[in-house]
């Protein structure tokens, strides 16, 4: 090797050395982020916080099918007590009663700081007289028996006010002791994780130690064995999402691999070939995710999962480098007649491509900006590997097997389309993107999927599973919020308080059915101190309770319990969030509290009015503006999580179309014609056409990935576009065999590549496959027959 | 759907209430008929649909009068039974299977009976009944027998322990396949009684 050889080669390892180290100290994460804003205003700030650490996101249902119903409640009630005793979950719920008695005692402890109807108002005899003769009247109803005993030391009902605010929703039914399906078939515990929902390692413990619980409970429950564990929540789907990603990618990736060392194997016939044909993928794909780790701070999961588009374009430097290299024996006169007659084309061809991908880098999704940098950076790399390393590299009298025959077969393939007239050509083209625009324009309305869930990893029959197990338990969905904010808790409780007044009109006027409020736990202390300050001195209640039972049939002498009850909440000191603990109440309150750094946020969830039917956040805002609560949120999770995807689906299309727009200046830049570009660009755009047309046809709803997809058809295809643009230039027989020889395997190592992403179970990578695939095998065939030999 | 929550509080209260057990069990052991009693009960098990009007009064001691309410009570069967208060406040609670629904001012709640055993001598008493059904009354209730076919009387106490603590004995008399009257006596002295007759035609 001579000195500049060695250097250049020196350099290159030091490079591919300094980037490994890098993408060995990155610091990789698999959680939301990918799929959220990285700019997010507050609204959105909430969404991300509630969908990433949110108390909904560390639920985890449980359902337990098959066997008898006995046997079912066995081991619930045996998985539940072992999942108690765990650590990794904050609260364990399938139905029997195992703190009600705490509750209860909590409740009744504290009535009158908590619930809202005490008011002097209420104590004076006239207030008294009113509230009394209606808990006569609660004692005529059938369980008039049932609530006597309350009577005497709570003859206003309060107890029975506070459990009415609690349990506006439906509980789930209730068979052999424990939660159960409306139809019995499956047993239903609630648990929720100590971990955020953004903590897939931890997620993925907790889901192990339920398996493991479950395993040790069937065993230990006679008749049990038949009794299946079913699991799902944002956790179990993060995880199985994990999952089955790294699955995917891993897989695809070892298999397409395979399949394109395999083509090379064939093509090149010589081991050194291939490895040094490796040598600029791999380069690109290390300094890919370099670069990426040192952009972004952190490297996504999704990023990772795409390394295997890089190989799409990445290898084909190196396969146009060996074949239309060979027409000179000697390698080093080859490498540089090469640089003079093709180099300039690849790396118009790359520069293209770069244009595409910066299209993603300003964009708001920081999967895709990433995927962006991740990309430009990769085929910068592997460009500039093939260029001045590989040619370096070469060993002496290096040389691959003649792939001219495999040109002069595919010329022959397109002999008769090539012999066509060129208006001929340009009339099927026009028409062709004539179909395919009218069959998009009548599409149009469905063409976009607007939902963030279309790129979730989860499959719908998963999806609707977890609906059937959250109709079971009475917690359908919540979809719409309203959030109030404040800097310290009570603050906020009190913000929620006057909330809840609005919402409580709402639901009289059967605008909403009902809503919960963090104030039905714990009310704030500017309430509780009221309420406290509303209850009369004893001698005075004692007075005032003598005139407010006359004509009530009702012995004032026998409410003496009222009286020392009142006494003792009057020297009562006000309800802490400590006294929550041991409670049911606890994991019910803390669900409704979020907490950002410095602010406190109080959620009240909404209950439609009708089940099936969404609840219209409008009219809620409004009135929660008349109430001069304009500070409070409504917040529709999923209106307001899909409206952040058609953003980015908005926003990417322009990007792409600016992509685009850069691509168009730099080929007619560097072309200096505009004829020339046109034929270029003309089958590109064509393949795209046809691409989206078909998908249309085949009622795949275009997602952000379909529109990676087809930046990527226009990346890989514009260096077809590109050398049959140069071929028409050089006017060679055998340089046009090897031409369409390099770009046939070129062509096939792409298919390939993602061709295998279409046996995913991964909806983005699907999505990814089944563009480019026929996208690229498209851009080659048109770009081939509109070309002229 | 307030007193289904009383319900749910039950277990507290009613297990901690003092058992005031009021003195004077006077009754004198009638003499069951059995034979009488199975008749009456295939009399019963005969009638597939009711329909009666109910007057109910509790007596409390906590209260000087009695409370009163009143309304329909519907019967099908073989276990679905629905009493329809209409006075004081409107309210509806239906029994069918081990599913106990109440509905009242637009709420409904759901609760297994199983789950809360407590409420049973109030409404499995008078479904047994019905129903004709000798075996489910005595698989919770010990039960006796006196009077005729014409004119009889069941007397039925809780077998279960915790129930007894609240329910001493609810008695039901009847003539033929009609039930005329339910009173439910506590063992704090307090007692319901319901007194039945057909519904006028509608």
């Known amino acids: 090797m001579n000195p500049r050889r060695l250097a250049v080669a020196a350099l290159w390892l030091g490079c591919v050395g300094v980037a490994a180290m890098i993408v060995a100290r990155a610091h990789y994460v698999t959680d939301l982020s990918g799929f959220l804003p990285s700019r997010p205003t507050p609204t959105q700030q909430l969404l991300v916080d509630q969908l990433r650490d949110g108390p909904a996101s560390r639920l985890i249902l449980i359902a337990l099918e098959e066997g008898t119903a006995e046997a079912r409640a066995q081991v619930s009630a045996a998985l539940a007590s072992r999942l108690r005793r765990d650590r990794q979950f904050s609260s364990v719920d399938n139905g029997e009663p195992v703190t009600a008695q705490r509750d209860r005692e909590y409740l009744y402890q504290h009535r009158y700081l908590m619930s809202d109807r005490v008011t002097a108002e209420r104590f004076t005899p006239a207030g008294l007289h009113a509230a009394i003769e209606d808990t006569i009247d609660d004692l005529a109803s059938p369980a008039g028996l049932l609530l006597k005993s309350l009577l005497p030391n709570d003859p206003t009902g309060e107890m029975l006010h506070i459990l009415d605010q609690l349990q506006r929703t439906a509980a789930p039914n209730i068979r052999d002791g424990v939660w159960s399906s409306a139809d019995g078939v499956r047993a239903l515990l609630v648990v929720q994780t100590a971990a955020g929902g953004s903590d897939t390692d931890a997620q993925a413990r907790a889901i192990e130690s339920i398996r493991a619980a479950f395993a040790a409970a069937a065993a230990a429950t006679h008749g049990a064995q038949a009794v299946q564990l079913k699991m799902s929540g944002p956790g179990v789907f993060a995880v199985a999402a994990r999952a089955k990603i790294e699955h995917a990618a891993v897989r695809l990736s070892i298999a397409s691999s395979i399949l394109v060392v395999m083509l090379l194997l064939a093509v090149y016939r010589s081991p050194a070939a291939l490895a040094l044909g490796l040598a600029p993928v791999a380069s690109g794909a290390l300094i890919g995710i370099a670069a990426v780790a040192l952009g972004f701070g952190a490297v996504h999961g999704i990023t990772l999962g795409f390394g295997i588009t890089l190989i799409g374009e990445s290898v084909d430097y190196s396969v146009y480098f060996f074949v239309q290299s060979r027409r000179l024996p000697q390698s080093a006169a080859a490498g540089s007649n090469w640089q003079r007659a093709w180099w300039p084309t690849i790396r118009l061809g790359m520069l293209t491509s770069v244009c595409g991908f910066a299209s993603l880098l300003p964009s708001g999704f920081p999967g895709l900006a990433q995927l962006g940098l991740y990309s430009i950076s990769g085929l910068v790399a592997a460009a500039l590997v093939t260029r001045y390393v590989l040619p370096a590299l070469l060993p002496a009298g290096f040389t691959i097997h003649d792939v001219a025959p495999l040109g002069t077969r595919v010329a022959r393939l397109l002999r008769r389309p090539r012999q066509l007239h060129g208006w001929q050509l340009a009339a099927i083209g026009a028409v062709l993107a004539a179909l395919a625009l009218a069959l998009l324009h009548q599409h149009r309305e469905s063409l976009w999927n607007r939902e963030l869930a279309a790129l979730s990893p989860i499959s719908a029959a998963d999806q609707n599973y977890d609906a059937t197990l959250r109709g079971d338990l009475g917690a359908a969905d919540v979809r719409v919020l309203v959030i109030v904010s404040a800097p310290s808790l009570d603050a906020a409780l009190a913000l929620a308080e006057r909330a809840a007044q609005v919402l409580a009109s709402l639901a009289d006027s059967h605008v909403i059915g009902g809503f919960d409020s963090p104030s039905n736990y714990l009310p704030s202390k500017a309430a509780q101190a009221a309420r406290r300050s509303s209850l009369p001195v004893a001698a005075q209640l004692q007075e005032n309770l003598r005139q407010a039972t006359v004509g009530l049939g009702l012995n004032s002498e026998r409410l003496r319990p009222f009286l020392s009850d009142v006494e003792a909440a009057r020297g009562a000191p006000l309800i802490e969030v400590q006294d929550l603990q041991g409670t049911s109440l606890r994991a019910g309150f803390d669900a409704l509290i979020l907490r950002q750094p410095s602010r406190w946020n109080a959620l009240l969830p909404l209950h439609p009015a009708v089940a099936s039917q969404p609840i219209d956040a409008r009219p809620v805002a409004a009135a929660l503006q008349r109430a001069g609560l304009g500070e409070a949120r409504v917040l529709d999770l999923k209106l307001e999580s899909d409206d952040l995807y058609a953003a980015y689906t908005t926003e990417a299309i322009h990007l792409s179309l600016a992509g685009g727009l850069a691509i168009l200046v730099l080929l007619l830049i560097a072309l200096r014609s505009p004829l020339r570009v046109m034929r270029v660009l003309a089958p590109l755009l064509l393949a795209v056409l046809m691409v989206a047309a078909g998908l249309a046809l085949s009622r795949v709803q275009l997602t952000i990935l379909h529109l990676v997809g087809m930046l990527l058809i226009v990346a890989v295809g514009s260096n077809y576009a590109l050398f049959f643009d140069r071929q028409a230039d050089l006017h060679e027989a055998e340089s046009e065999s090897l031409t369409l020889a390099s770009l046939a395997i070129a062509n096939a190592s792409t298919v390939i590549g993602f061709g295998l992403l279409c046996f995913s179970q991964v909806p983005v990578l699907v999505a990814l496959g089944t563009t480019v695939a026929p996208g690229a095998f498209l851009a080659l065939l048109f770009a081939a027959v509109s070309s002229r030999a | ?202």
């Open chain 2, 1 to 202: 759907m307030r007193h289904v929550l009383g319900l749910l509080l039950l277990a507290a209260f009613s297990a901690a209430a003092p058992a005031a057990a009021v003195a004077g069990a006077t009754n004198i052991a009638p003499r069951t008929v059995a034979g009488d009693l199975d008749t009456v009960m295939s009399l019963l098990a005969q009638r597939r649909h009711g329909k009666v009007e109910f007057i109910e009064q509790k007596f409390l001691t906590i209260l000087d009068h009695p409370v009163e309410s009143s309304g329909e009570l519907l019967y099908d069967a073989p276990d679905h039974l629905e009493k329809r208060t209409l006075l004081p406040r409107a309210e509806t609670l239906v029994l069918a299977g081990s599913m106990l629904t109440t509905e009242r001012a637009g709420h409904t709640r759901v609760l297994d009976l199983h789950r809360y055993p407590q409420v049973q001598p109030f409404v499995e008493s008078i479904r047994a009944t019905l129903a004709g059904d000798r075996e489910a009354l005595e698989r919770t209730f010990h039960v006796e027998f006196s009077g005729t076919v014409r004119r009889w009387s069941l007397t039925l106490t809780p077998l279960d322990r915790q129930l007894q603590r609240s329910v001493r004995q609810v008695q039901i008399d009847g003539s033929q396949d009609q039930l005329l009257r339910v009173e439910i006596r506590q063992t704090d002295g307090d007692r319901s009684l319901m007194t039945l007759r057909p519904a006028a035609s509608p």
